[in-house]
C-alpha cells in the first residue's frame, strides 16, 4: 500500500480546541483542512496515489474503520504519515477525537447538519415571494389620486408627520428634466410647460423626456455605476479596451428602447446563447455580454484569473440581487446564508465561460474576441488572435528561462526577434471587421471550492447552480454549456430581482430607495421604510412587462414625487433623514450633470452618441506595471462617453465623486471639499466654459439687461429678479472697471467682463443644485 497522505506539511491553526466543537465543527475546522492541503495532492482527482481518492467521504470512512488512518498518523506500521515528518501532536489528537465522535463528514448528505437553517432563512423578508397587497384607505383627498401617495400618506400620518406643500411648476420641470435626462430644460421647454395650464401638462413632459437620446444616456450611466464599467482592464499596467464602448452604447439604446428589465439582464448575462432574429440582433446580444467581459483583470500575466471570476460573482450578486455573494469566497457567508458551496457552484459557472482577453504585461495581445464580421473574417480574428496568444506566451517562455535553455544568447535573442517580428505581420494582416469585447461557452465543469479562497488548495466539487436559499437549482449532469442562461433565468425568477431594481428606480428620482442599501438586501443591510410599497412596486414592474419607462411615469405622476423641498422644523425632529419622505430633498448635481449642464448652457454640447476612444494603435500596447497606460481624451460629447480608466480615473469626475470603475456603485455619496470649490473658481474647464456662454449671450442680445435675463434664463430656468438684475448690471460696470486696468487688449475686454459673470452664475448654488 501507498503513501495514504501528500508529502509536506502545512499546519492549520484555530482558536478553538476539539473538546470544544461538535462534530460536524470538528470536521470542517480541523479536519478537513488538514485533508484538503495535506492528503488532496496525491489522494484526489483521476488518478489518486494507491487508488485512495480521500476526497470521498466514502474511502476516508474506509481507512477510518479499518484503523489504518490512526496507525498511519501514529506512525505505528510500515506505513507512517506523512512521510516528511509526523503531524504535530495538536492536529493527532484532532483526529483521535473525530474518529471517537464516528468521524462524521459533512461531505456527505446526511452525515451532518447544513451550515444554515434554510427553512428558517427563507422567512428573512427579502427571500419571501412578493406579494401584491393593497393601497391603505385615507382621508385626504389630495393623498388619494395614486396608489403610491396613499402608502407615502399612510406612513407620514402613522409617524406623524406633515408633508410639505406642491413644488412650484418652474422647480418642477427642472427636477424632471435633470432626473430623466442629466440635463436643464431650455428656456423654451421651461416656457411651454408654465403657459400649458391642462392636467396633463406634466405627463406630456415625462412622456417627452423619456422618448429623448438624452434619457438613455442618463439612466444608462446609473446601471453602468453598478457594473463598474470602463475602457481599460485594471490589471498592473491597465490595458485600454477599444471595444469595450460597445458594451456602454448598447446599455444606453437598451433604456431608450426600454427593453423589459428580464431580457436587459438575459442579454448581459447569457446573450450569446439567446435565439436571434438576424445577423444584427445576434451581434447586439453578443455585446450585452461585455457586462461579463469588463470584469476586472489583475496582475501582470493570465494567472490571477480566480480573482476575475471573484469579481463577476460580486457584481452580478449585488447588482442583479442586492446580495453579497463573493462574501462566500473564503468561508461561508457570516450573515446572510450564503455557504462557500453556493459560491462556487456560481464560479464553475463563470470559469466555464471564455472571456476575451484584453492583453497584459506579460502577455500584450488581446485574445478570444468575438467577431462581429462575416463566418471568414470571423475565421481569420481567431487565427491571428490564437498565433498572437501562442507567441506571447511563447516570448514569456523564453524570457523567463522556461524555455531555450539549450540555445546561445545570441540564438535565443534571434528567436525572440523573429516572434516579434512575426507578431507585427500578424497584427497588420489582422481582419478589419469589428469585434466585441464579450464572451462565450468554453469548456464546461464544475468548480472544486477553494480552501480559505486559495484555488491551489481545491476542495470538494460544488456542482454549477443556484443559491439554496433562493431555490438551489442545480444545472443537469449531462449539461454541456456554462450555465449562465439557466443563471439568468432563475436570478430573474427570483424575488430579489423585480425588488432591487424598483429600490433603485425609486432611488434615482428621490435620492434614496425604500431598502437604504441597495445593494444589501441581507441581514447587514437596511429593511425596508414601507415594504408593503416595495412589493407593490415590485408587482407593478412585473405587471409591466418590465418596463423601466412604465415605473417612471408610476412614480413621476405622485404628489409624493412633486412635493416641494424645504424645512418643517416639526418634522425634522421627527424624521430628520427625510426617510419618510415628507419633503423632497435637494440635491447637488453629480459629477457627468454638472459637466454636461455647463457644456449645454454654453452652447458647447455635442449631442452625437459617442464611439471609440483614440486610444494608440494596438500594435503599440506594450504597457507594463512601471509604465502604465495612462490618458485622458477631450470631448464635447457627453460625460457618459468619457474615457473611464480603472487605475486613474479622470479628473473632473473624480474631483465631483464620480462612480469608481473598480468596484460596483450602487449611489453617489456626494462630499464637499476645496478641491471643488477651486476647481469651480479656477478650472480651466468653467473657464472655457464661462465664456462660451458669454459669446452665446452676448451674440443673441444687444443690452445687458437682455443679456442678463438670457443668461438667468440658460443657467437657472428663470428671470432674473429687480435686485439680482440691479446687482449684476453693478457686477458689470465695476468688472469692465477692472478690465480696463489690467492690460488686456481693449477689444478683449468686453466678452471678459461677460465671462467672468457668467463664471459667477455657473459656479453658484442655485446651478449645481436641484430642488
Known sequence: MRTLFALGLIVFSGSATAGDLSGADLFEK???????????????????????????????????????????????????????????????????????????????ETSAAPPYDFDQARKFWSFQPIRDPAPP????????????????????????????????????????????????PTPEEVAAFLADPSASAFDKVIDRLLASQQYGERWGRHWLDLVRYADTSGCNADFPVPDA?????????????????????REQLAGDLLPAKDDEDRHAKTIATGYLAISRRFGSGASEFNLTIDDTIDNVGKAMLGLSVSCARCHDHKFDPIPSHDYYAWYGIFASTKYAFPGTELYPHAADFVSLGSPHQAERLKA???????????????????????????????????????????????????????????????????????????????????????GGQVLP???????????????????????????????????????????DFGARGDRPVDPELLDWLASRFRESGYSIKAMHRLIMETRAYQMASGADQADLRIDPKNDFSWRFDRRRLDAEEIRDAMLDVAGDL???????????PETSFHYTQHVQFFAV??????????????LKRHPFLDTFDGADPNATTPARAPQETSLQALTMLNGAFVDE???????????????????IGYAYRLVFGRAPSADELRQCEQYLLKAGAAFKKSGLPADRQPRAVLASLMHVLLASDEFIFVD
Not at 469548456?443 to 484555488?455: C, L, R, V
Not at 427570483?494 to 431598502?515: C, D, E, T, Y
Not at 466654459?689 to 443679456?707: E, I, K, N, W, Y
Request: hydrophobic share 35%; aromatic share 8%.
Open 137 to 184: 384607505r385615507i382621508s385626504d383627498p389630495a393623498w388619494n389620486k395614486t396608489a403610491i401617495d396613499r402608502f407615502v400618506k399612510a406612513k407620514l400620518d402613522e409617524k406623524h408627520l406633515v408633508p410639505l406643500g406642491a413644488a412650484s411648476k418652474r422647480a418642477l420641470i427642472r427636477r424632471a428634466t435633470f432626473d430623466l435626462t442629466g440635463l436643464p
Open 606 to 616: 455635442d449631442f452625437s452618441m459617442g464611439g471609440p476612444h483614440p486610444f494608440p
Open 477 to 519: 449532469g449531462n449539461e454541456k454549456g456554462s450555465g449562465r442562461r439557466e443563471l439568468a433565468e432563475w436570478i430573474i425568477s427570483s424575488p430579489l430581482a423585480a425588488r432591487v431594481m424598483v429600490n433603485r428606480i425609486w432611488q434615482g428620482h428621490f435620492g434614496k430607495g425604500i431598502v437604504g442599501t441597495p445593494n
Open 689 to 707: 466654459q464661462a465664456d462660451l456662454l458669454a459669446v452665446r449671450v452676448g451674440m443673441a442680445q444687444s443690452t445687458d439687461v437682455a443679456r
Open 245 to 265: 464602448y460597445r458594451y456602454r452604447n448598447w446599455v444606453i439604446r437598451a433604456f431608450n428602447d426600454d427593453k423589459p428589465y428580464d431580457q436587459f439582464l
Open 633 to 646: 481624451y477631450d470631448t464635447r460629447r457627453r460625460s457618459v462617453y468619457l474615457m473611464q480608466q480603472r
Open 30 to 108: 480541523k479536519i478537513r483542512p488538514v485533508l484538503v492541503q495535506i492528503c488532496y495532492p496525491c489522494h484526489s482527482g483521476k488518478t489518486p496515489a494507491a487508488g485512495l481518492h480521500l476526497d470521498s467521504p466514502q474511502a476516508t470512512h474506509g481507512v477510518v474503520e479499518s484503523g489504518a488512518l490512526l496507525s498511519a498518523i501514529h506512525r505505528e506500521g510500515k506505513i507512517k504519515m506523512p512521510p516528511a515528518g509526523p503531524l504535530p501532536d495538536d492536529q493527532i489528537a484532532d483526529f483521535e477525537a473525530w474518529i471517537k465522535l464516528g468521524a462524521p463528514d459533512a461531505r456527505t
Open 384 to 470: 491571428y488572435q490564437d498565433e498572437s496568444s501562442a507567441l506571447d506566451h511563447r516570448i514569456a517562455a523564453f524570457n523567463d528561462g522556461r524555455e531555450g535553455k539549450d540555445l546561445s544568447k545570441e540564438d535565443r535573442d534571434k528567436e525572440i526577434r523573429r516572434m516579434k517580428e512575426r507578431l507585427i505581420v500578424l497584427e497588420h494582416d489582422a481582419p478589419a471587421s469589428p469585434k466585441a469585447y464579450a464572451v462565450s461557452d468554453g469548456a464546461s465543469a464544475n468548480a472544486k471550492i477553494q480552501i480559505k479562497g486559495d484555488p491551489s488548495h481545491p476542495g470538494d466539487e460544488a456542482p454549477r447552480g443556484f443559491l439554496t436559499v433562493l
